[in-house]
């Protein structure tokens, strides 16, 4: 399951010898305090054979369940973390001042559009999690669903666990919305639905509902949502997103009794994959269904049709629109036509339209074709399609008019990303019913702000939903570069900083990359980096192959086959800031999120001499055992299966933990967990963290901090992330020799 990227995100022993033994960091002059000892893990060595090639594991023992040994070890590493974080003098000032940052502004999320009523999820300015807020045409906020009235209690001596509203969708008619809350940032969904009106529940609730989809009928009374399987005492990981379904549920009636829609094991069209994720929409104004298939990570969907009448037969005549091989990654729906966002034929992307009532990609013609630059999101409006077109770092909003033959060019306030709509973030959002469009633009150096296109006008106004940051900018830079990579291939560098920046080569930079999914890490504001920028440090983010920055090929550039290319990208990207003055090896930093764990993990245990430390923040580290936890199978299309003769060395190479060596000088790392993420099981930081630790002789810290009230990130609090922020950044300022943040020996 894929994860987007942003500059931070947010998250008890059994044999373990605590010795408290001196460790004293060999670079002279920085970092030179006494660390204490890690919490030392069991070793119960497990080989493996894949085609003849033996591969050891000697921590396989935590992946094993029941798991209190396993707990144990993690609360002593994470005591051992937070011990050694605390004691950092300069990170208390540095926590206060970024969550003084962190505090200035709302927070808004997932915005959509019904009836012309805004809906999204409002985090106040200092608030810990965001509120269900409908804001009507004139602009009058309603707050729906307070999530912070739903956090489970705690048992003796045991800790509460918050709760959050991660999805939500409203009825066509904007009256009642169906919304998802889970506990702990576990994204175990269970859906409610709330009246617009008396802002009151209604009696339906529906578990097992993390990948729901809801999407209404038009009579605003049926919905539509996808459901997991019960879970089977004993059953693999694997298991947990495999057999999905999708449900018709009548508002009353009980969840069990739900019409059976679509079952992902009985699919109406060949689909090859090892697990399907699927969802049904009903867009307004439309008389037909459409059914999304994906194999959970792939940006490439199979689509399926029936006409929303059908719904009164016993059995529903579902039709291709198009199968995943047509490439198609977007799609809107008006009345009987569908418009198409593919790369079949067109690796920057174009726009193809078919007729619902008797669909054919084949026959589908060209409404807007490829151009220099990407294509990468389009909405349908009353007036007509907007479409988003990426050309680097700068996206350019174009609208194609109802007729026209050629979309028309929307001038934007400021160079900046329409943020994309991953995990519900925001983006480009119009209603079919009513002309216009909102888009939220963002840049790194300026906050996001949500706008309204009229086309009546042709004015672009701000929304107000978003106010203006209260702090001054204007010291601030963005650069946006590229690096020639091993291959000669130019990798797009962003490079953040103060404008009076001193280029003496001796400036803290902090790395950062994601290369995967097809996903691009486009720039964001987040003022938490400000206290970095401050201290004289640099932010740059590496925009690697195996995401989407340059179109499709980008994506295959670094995926399976071509995986390493992620790395020695990044690699590459780190030796420019050298030399390109910025730095030295005594302060630079690399880091990855999730996925990202593999760019970061390959690119310490490749040139553990090229980084001072290292951030792995809920890093997908152990590729082969990736495979055997919940979301592994959904994963195979983007890394390969240890079942495949040709994918295992692929694999083999991009797994970090497999290659983490004996008397190794690495960097000093900081790697961060969730106790209840389902998307990076736990055990794959904790795993790293125990070989990083056996290993390394350079006698810098590493350290496994765990957050046990939070899962991947998705859903933390405010203050787990800002304190998650202050910790990290608060680690490499001290092992950088930053004055003020050595403890005392």
């Given at each position: 399951?894929?994860?987007?990227?942003?500059?931070?995100?947010?998250?008890?022993?059994?044999?373990?010898?605590?010795?408290?033994?001196?460790?004293?960091?060999?670079?002279?002059?920085?970092?030179?305090?006494?660390?204490?000892?890690?919490?030392?893990?069991?070793?119960?060595?497990?080989?493996?054979?894949?085609?003849?090639?033996?591969?050891?594991?000697?921590?396989?023992?935590?992946?094993s369940?029941?798991?209190?040994?396993?707990?144990?070890?993690?609360?002593a590493?994470?005591?051992?973390?937070?011990?050694?974080?605390?004691?950092?003098?300069?990170?208390?000032?540095?926590?206060?001042?970024?969550?003084?940052?962190?505090?200035?502004?709302?927070?808004?999320?997932?915005?959509?559009?019904?009836?012309?009523?805004?809906f999204?999820?409002?985090?106040e300015?200092?608030?810990?999690?965001?509120?269900?807020?409908?804001?009507?045409?004139?602009?009058?906020?309603?707050?729906?669903?307070?999530?912070?009235?739903?956090?489970?209690?705690?048992?003796?001596?045991a800790?509460?666990?918050?709760?959050?509203?991660?999805?939500?969708?409203p009825?066509?008619?904007?009256?009642?919305?169906?919304?998802?809350?889970?506990?702990?940032?576990?994204?175990?969904?269970?859906?409610?639905?709330?009246?617009?009106?008396?802002?009151?529940?209604?009696?339906?609730?529906?578990?097992?509902?993390?990948?729901?989809?809801?999407?209404?009928?038009?009579?605003?009374?049926?919905?539509?949502?996808?459901?997991?399987?019960?879970?089977?005492?004993?059953?693999?990981?694997?298991?947990?997103?495999a057999?999905?379904?999708?449900?018709?549920?009548?508002?009353?009636?009980?969840?069990?009794?739900?019409?059976?829609?679509?079952?992902?094991?009985?699919?109406?069209?060949?689909?090859?994959?090892?697990?399907?994720?699927?969802?049904?929409?009903?867009?307004?104004?439309?008389?037909?269904?459409?059914?999304?298939?994906?194999?959970?990570?792939?940006?490439?969907v199979?689509?399926?049709?029936?006409?929303?009448?059908?719904l009164?037969?016993?059995?529903?005549?579902?039709?291709?629109?198009?199968?995943?091989?047509?490439?198609?990654?977007?799609?809107?729906?008006?009345?009987?036509?569908?418009?198409?966002?593919?790369?079949?034929?067109?690796?920057?992307?174009?726009?193809?339209?078919?007729?619902?009532r008797?669909?054919?990609?084949?026959?589908?013609r060209?409404?807007?074709?490829?151009?220099?630059?990407?294509?990468?999101?389009?909405?349908?409006?009353?007036?007509?399609?907007?479409?988003?077109r990426?050309?680097?770092?700068?996206?350019?909003?174009?609208r194609?008019p109802?007729?026209?033959r050629?979309?028309?060019?929307?001038?934007?306030?400021?160079?900046?990303?329409?943020?994309?709509?991953?995990e519900?973030?925001?983006?480009?959002?119009?209603?079919?019913?009513?002309?216009?469009?909102?888009?939220?633009?963002?840049?790194?150096?300026?906050?996001?702000?949500?706008?309204?296109?009229?086309?009546?006008?042709?004015?672009?106004?701000?929304?107000?939903?978003?106010?203006?940051?209260?702090?001054?900018?204007?010291?601030?830079?963005?650069?946006?570069?590229?690096?020639?990579?091993?291959?000669?291939?130019?990798?797009?560098?962003?490079?953040?900083?103060?404008r009076?920046?001193?280029?003496?080569?001796?400036?803290?930079?902090?790395?950062?990359?994601?290369?995967?999914?097809?996903?691009?890490?486009?720039?964001?504001?987040?003022?938490?980096?400000?206290?970095?920028?401050?201290?004289?440090?640099?932010?740059?983010?590496?925009?690697?192959?195996?995401g989407?920055?340059?179109?499709?090929?980008?994506?295959?550039?670094?995926?399976?086959?071509?995986?390493?290319?992620?790395?020695?990208?990044?690699?590459a990207?780190?030796?420019?800031?050298?030399?390109?003055?910025?730095?030295?090896?005594?302060?630079?930093?690399?880091?990855?999120?999730?996925?990202?764990?593999?760019?970061?993990?390959?690119?310490?245990?490749?040139?553990?001499?090229?980084?001072?430390?290292?951030?792995?923040?809920?890093?997908?580290?152990?590729?082969?055992?990736?495979?055997?936890?919940?979301?592994?199978?959904?994963?195979?299309?983007?890394?390969?299966?240890?079942?495949?003769?040709a994918?295992?060395?692929?694999?083999?190479?991009?797994?970090?933990?497999?290659?983490?060596?004996?008397?190794?000088?690495?960097?000093?790392?900081?790697?961060?967990?969730?106790?209840?993420?389902?998307?990076?099981?736990?055990?794959?930081?904790?795993?790293?963290?125990?070989?990083?630790?056996?290993?390394?002789?350079?006698?810098?810290?590493?350290?496994?901090?765990?957050?046990?009230d939070?899962?991947?990130?998705?859903?933390?609090?405010?203050?787990?992330r800002?304190?998650?922020?202050?910790?990290?950044?608060?680690?490499?300022?001290?092992?950088?020799?930053?004055?003020?943040?050595?403890p005392?020996?």
């Amino acid at each position: 399951m894929p994860r987007s990227t942003r500059l931070t995100t947010g998250r008890r022993r059994a044999t373990i010898a605590c010795l408290l033994l001196p460790a004293v960091l060999l670079q002279p002059g920085i970092a030179k305090a006494v660390t204490p000892a890690a919490p030392v893990a069991r070793i119960a060595p497990v080989t493996d054979s894949y085609f003849g090639q033996g591969v050891t594991d000697p921590y396989r023992w935590m992946e094993s369940q029941p798991k209190p040994e396993f707990l144990q070890y993690l609360h002593a590493q994470d005591d051992h973390a937070r011990g050694v974080l605390a004691a950092i003098p300069g990170r208390d000032p540095l926590a206060h001042a970024i969550s003084g940052l962190d505090g200035l502004l709302p927070r808004i999320s997932m915005l959509t559009i019904a009836n012309g009523r805004r809906f999204y999820l409002k985090r106040e300015a200092g608030a810990q999690i965001g509120r269900l807020v409908m804001r009507d045409e004139r602009g009058i906020e309603t707050v729906l669903v307070d999530p912070a009235g739903l956090d489970s209690p705690a048992g003796p001596g045991a800790q509460s666990h918050h709760a959050e509203i991660d999805q939500f969708a409203p009825s066509q008619d904007g009256g009642l919305v169906a919304y998802g809350v889970s506990i702990g940032g576990s994204e175990k969904s269970v859906l409610h639905v709330v009246d617009t009106i008396t802002r009151n529940n209604r009696p339906d609730v529906i578990d097992r509902a993390q990948f729901a989809s809801v999407s209404w009928a038009p009579d605003g009374r049926h919905f539509f949502y996808t459901r997991l399987p019960v879970p089977v005492p004993g059953a693999p990981a694997t298991a947990e997103y495999a057999h999905l379904r999708v449900f018709e549920h009548a508002l009353g009636d009980k969840a069990d009794h739900d019409r059976l829609i679509l079952d992902t094991d009985h699919l109406p069209f060949p689909f090859k994959a090892q697990q399907a994720f699927a969802s049904v929409t009903c867009t307004p104004g439309s008389g037909h269904l459409l059914a999304t298939v994906s194999d959970g990570v792939s940006p490439e969907v199979a689509l399926y049709t029936v006409p929303l009448a059908a719904l009164a037969g016993e059995t529903l005549p579902w039709r291709l629109v198009a199968g995943q091989a047509d490439a198609v990654v977007g799609a809107t729906v008006r009345g009987n036509r569908i418009d198409l966002l593919t790369h079949r034929n067109a690796p920057h992307l174009r726009i193809v339209e078919t007729d619902l009532r008797a669909p054919s990609f084949a026959k589908a013609r060209t409404i807007v074709g490829a151009g220099s630059g990407v294509l990468t999101d389009l909405a349908l409006a009353a007036d007509g399609l907007y479409l988003v077109r990426r050309d680097g770092a700068v996206m350019t909003l174009l609208r194609l008019p109802d007729g026209a033959r050629t979309p028309e060019t929307i001038m934007l306030p400021f160079a900046g990303t329409i943020e994309p709509p991953l995990e519900g973030a925001g983006g480009l959002v119009a209603d079919p019913g009513r002309p216009g469009a909102d888009i939220s633009l963002v840049s790194w150096v300026h906050p996001l702000v949500w706008l309204h296109y009229d086309p009546i006008g042709h004015t672009m106004t701000d929304t107000g939903i978003a106010p203006p940051f209260p702090h001054d900018l204007k010291p601030y830079q963005a650069i946006e570069t590229t690096v020639r990579a091993h291959d000669g291939t130019m990798i797009p560098l962003s490079i953040v900083s103060r404008r009076d920046l001193p280029h003496d080569g001796q400036r803290p930079v902090l790395l950062d990359g994601y290369g995967a999914y097809g996903i691009s890490y486009d720039p964001a504001f987040t003022p938490t980096i400000l206290p970095w920028l401050d201290h004289g440090g640099v932010f740059a983010v590496a925009h690697v192959r195996g995401g989407g920055e340059r179109g499709q090929a980008w994506h295959e550039g670094g995926r399976i086959a071509t995986k390493m290319n992620t790395v020695t990208d990044f690699i590459a990207c780190a030796e420019a800031m050298i030399s390109r003055h910025y730095t030295d090896g005594a302060h630079l930093a690399g880091s990855g999120t999730s996925a990202g764990g593999i760019l970061i993990g390959g690119a310490i245990t490749q040139r553990p001499d090229l980084f001072r430390a290292a951030l792995i923040r809920v890093g997908a580290t152990n590729s082969l055992r990736g495979e055997f936890t919940a979301g592994g199978p959904a994963n195979i299309p983007e890394f390969g299966s240890v079942t495949d003769a040709a994918q295992f060395p692929s694999l083999l190479r991009m797994d970090a933990y497999q290659h983490v060596r004996d008397h190794v000088a690495y960097p000093a790392v900081l790697l961060t967990g969730g106790a209840d993420d389902p998307r990076v099981t736990v055990w794959e930081p904790a795993k790293m963290a125990a070989r990083l630790q056996a290993a390394t002789s350079s006698g810098r810290p590493v350290l496994l901090r765990i957050e046990f009230d939070a899962g991947h990130g998705i859903g933390s609090t405010r203050d787990q992330r800002d304190l998650e922020t202050a910790d990290e950044q608060a680690f490499l300022l001290w092992q950088m020799g930053e004055p003020g943040f050595e403890p005392t020996p």
